[in-house]
């Protein structure tokens, strides 16, 4: 019975190879192809492929002597006579590169980049890749690189190839392109029960935390792999002075809820706060300090989750989405420094600057205020509201606008006419 | 075939009339301003504006002080200068029943009460409030039975309290909300509030206990809705602080139009963050970074 199956799929695999023979033979017969017009007929002209043929990853197509797999012999409406857009070529064969069910997909293969990493022809490298392992990828993550080539401690599948920690193109099981959730990856090497792990942990459970909230996955100047700036709790591991002692029921429960334990150490700075007229109103929700800044460690100043740019664009993505369309940008701006003008917590000031005065603001950094200038200060009347006097937001948009030299309008004249109407002609 | 032609072209001029209609149907034109009080001081930053029937407060924030206006058609008169030791920097203000007046003190983060005089009648004090106990408002609306709804971002909820602060029932924030900047109540009970973050208004009927989402996807119109109002005819008005305009939202939620521009010059906003409605559907506004409040008849 089992002889007379495989005679059988032998027979069938013998028929449809025939059948395919037949079917190329027919094609060459009815456009009168020469033989090997394929491929094997476009190596005679482009004879650099026999180098690249001669590689130790040669594309299959290219192998099988099939450049019609992805470029049209005689025409075609995109570069290079391909069959497709260049971003789409490929996806013609390899469709399953990102699941439905990707948590996470890489830039560039969403983008259709794929020949960013790959050689379409042949590579030295696995995979047909135009560089091996980290050196391509850092290739594009070039500050990561720049960073790890700095850092006095490297995690060490860093060292070796990112892929052990990260899929190429997409991700079903976690975040960044990892190959599981952060702590289910972490957990996988570093066994949470052995007894040096315990003591680096004061014996607190740490072995279902976010890992990447005091470690850097990649590489510190920080013994343990720790982020840049450690809460001094936490450097000094004394953990138990926020969170119930690690032998207790409950030890990751903090000792008092929410700002109240802030308070406890930064008193001042909350008297400071809540002295003040305006708040952040993030301050007073019940995430408080914790939704700016990360309790243990973090590679920002002041312990901030993201970037200041990123942290403060998170809410403030309409101010953002102006600043990206704008001509002219104030430098703090386009550098993230919301808090040169800004204080993040509280103000006397509207918009929460750190001076009442535009002019006073400005002027901590624009030294042209002590020289001679428009007739600016409380004084001076703003002609078009008679309750405003003129400051240097009268024609600047602090943020930047889409005209030059931060102004409101277009053109000088148009700005100046806005006040000087008599002189319009 | 004639007959077939002429119906196309009824048909197809009333289609591309229909946007230029209805972008027609509401214009927005000024009425009045007020820049000084009866003794000519001059506004200073004014956050806060509150319609009643006769008057209309003004929360003269940068003053730390409010003056109560009284209305004569459809423009602000007199001007009367009140302080109140207890609120020293009132940021936002709501009418109560009789006169009187609830407002938001910058500072404490408190609600106070005001008589109709303007004397202090003590803070709202929330009784018998399920946990947490923690009350933190960034704004409030008034019933028509005098009952408050108090924004409450630190227990992410409109929590419902009678005029003396005692609990009646509280609706919890949607999830995944950005950031609530303002409610509103409207005629009939429904409670609005706005997404400052996210561009989306949520409503929740009379009795409700979650909200719906009612408007969303106004990104494209809005920058941020730092208040919401609703009219008698059951559209909403969010004004647009950081974009200076007011983006109107049909009774259903349809988007209908932003209206008002940034600017100095009269009928113009820089910043406005609270508006009202007076008896006769004025539109009020404190353009806040104009130093004044201004008036528009909603046509």
């Not at chain 1, 495989?6 to 190879?17: C, D, E, M, N």
């Not at chain 2, 209805?22 to 806060?48: C, H, M, Q, S």
Request: hydrophobic residues 35%.
């Amino acid at each position: 019975m089992r002889v007379r199956s495989i005679s059988l799929l032998l027979a069938g695999v013998i028929l449809i190879a025939w059948a395919q023979s037949l079917f190329a033979a027919g094609n060459e017969q009815q456009f009168k192809l020469k033989p090997g017009a394929n491929g094997k007929l476009c190596l005679k002209c482009h004879n650099s492929f026999q180098e690249k043929m001669t590689r130790k990853y040669v594309h299959t197509p290219l192998k099988n002597n099939e450049c019609t797999g992805c470029h049209n012999a005689h025409t075609s409406a995109h570069g290079k006579l391909l069959t497709a857009d260049a971003d789409k070529v490929c996806a013609t064969c390899h469709q399953s590169m990102v699941s439905s069910k990707a948590k996470s997909v890489h830039k560039v293969v969403a983008e259709g980049g794929c020949l960013k990493c790959h050689d379409p022809h042949s590579s030295a490298y696995k995979g047909n890749l135009v560089k091996e392992g980290k050196t391509l990828c850092f290739s594009c993550h070039k500050p990561l690189g720049d960073k790890l080539a700095k850092v006095k401690y490297r995690h060490s599948p860093v060292e070796k190839d990112c892929l052990i920690c990260h899929q190429p193109h997409a991700s079903d099981d976690g975040p960044f392109l990892l190959k599981n959730d952060v702590t289910k990856l972490c957990v996988g090497c570093h066994k949470t029960d052995k007894p040096i792990f315990i003591k680096k942990h004061m014996g607190y459970p740490v072995a279902s935390a976010r890992c990447t909230g005091c470690h850097d996955p990649h590489g510190s100047d920080n013994l343990g792999l720790l982020l840049k700036n450690v809460h001094s709790p936490v450097s000094k591991r004394m953990c138990n002075q926020c969170h119930e002692d690690a032998n207790s029921a409950t030890p990751l429960k903090t000792r008092k809820e929410g700002m109240t334990l802030c308070r406890g150490c930064h008193n001042d700075m909350f008297n400071k706060t809540f002295d003040k007229n305006r708040m952040h109103w993030p301050l007073v929700t019940k995430e408080g300090c914790l939704g700016c800044h990360n309790p243990h460690a973090s590679n920002d100043k002041g312990l901030l989750r993201k970037s200041m740019a990123q942290l403060c664009g998170s809410c403030h993505s309409d101010s953002m989405k102006r600043i990206k369309k704008n001509v002219s940008k104030h430098e703090p701006v386009v550098e993230g420094r919301c808090t040169e003008c800004h204080d993040p917590h509280s103000s006397d000031n509207l918009a929460l600057t750190k001076k009442a005065s535009d002019y006073d603001l400005c002027t901590t950094c624009h030294d042209w205020g002590q020289h001679s200038t428009h007739p600016i200060g409380d004084k001076v009347r703003d002609p078009r509201n008679k309750n405003l006097s003129l400051g240097c937001a009268s024609c600047h948009n602090a943020h930047g606008t889409e005209y030059k030299k931060m102004l409101y309008y277009p053109t000088t004249t148009e700005m100046c006419l806005q006040c000087h109407e008599q002189l319009k002609r | 075939m004639i007959r077939n032609k002429l119906t196309l072209v009824c048909f197809l001029s009333v289609v591309c009339a229909l946007p230029a209609h209805a972008a027609d149907t509401v214009k927005f034109k000024p009425t009045g301003v007020a820049y000084k009080d009866i003794k000519n001081v001059p506004l200073k930053n004014p956050e806060g504006v509150a319609c009643s029937k006769t008057a209309v407060v003004v929360a003269d924030t940068g003053n730390g002080r409010f003056v109560r206006y009284s209305l004569a058609n459809d423009n602000l008169k007199d001007g009367i200068e009140f302080k109140v030791a207890e609120v020293t920097y009132p940021l936002r203000v709501k009418a109560a029943q009789n006169g009187r007046v609830l407002v938001l003190d910058g500072k404490t983060r408190k609600i106070s009460r005001l008589a109709a005089d303007g004397s202090f009648a003590g803070y709202l004090d929330y009784q018998n409030v399920p946990a947490p106990t923690t009350v933190t408002p960034r704004s409030m609306a008034v019933d028509d039975k005098d009952n408050v709804y108090v924004l409450d971002v630190y227990g992410e909820r409109i929590l419902v309290v009678d005029s003396a602060g005692k609990y009646l029932r509280q609706i919890p924030f949607p999830k995944d909300y950005g950031f609530f900047s303002d409610v509103a109540v409207d005629q009939r009970g429904d409670v609005f509030i706005a997404d400052s973050l996210k561009a989306n208004v949520y409503k929740a009927a009379p009795g409700a206990e979650a909200f719906q989402l009612f408007a969303s996807g106004l990104q494209s119109y809005l920058s941020f809705a730092v208040a919401v109002d609703v009219d008698s005819q059951g559209r909403v008005y969010l004004l647009d602080q950081n974009d200076s305009a007011v983006i109107l939202l049909g009774p259903d939620g349809s988007f209908q139009g932003r209206y008002l521009s940034f600017g100095w010059k009269g009928g113009q906003l820089n910043h406005p963050t609270q508006s009202c409605f007076t008896d006769n559907g004025t539109l009020v506004i404190a353009d806040r970074n104009n130093s004044r409040i201004q008036l528009y008849k909603v046509q």
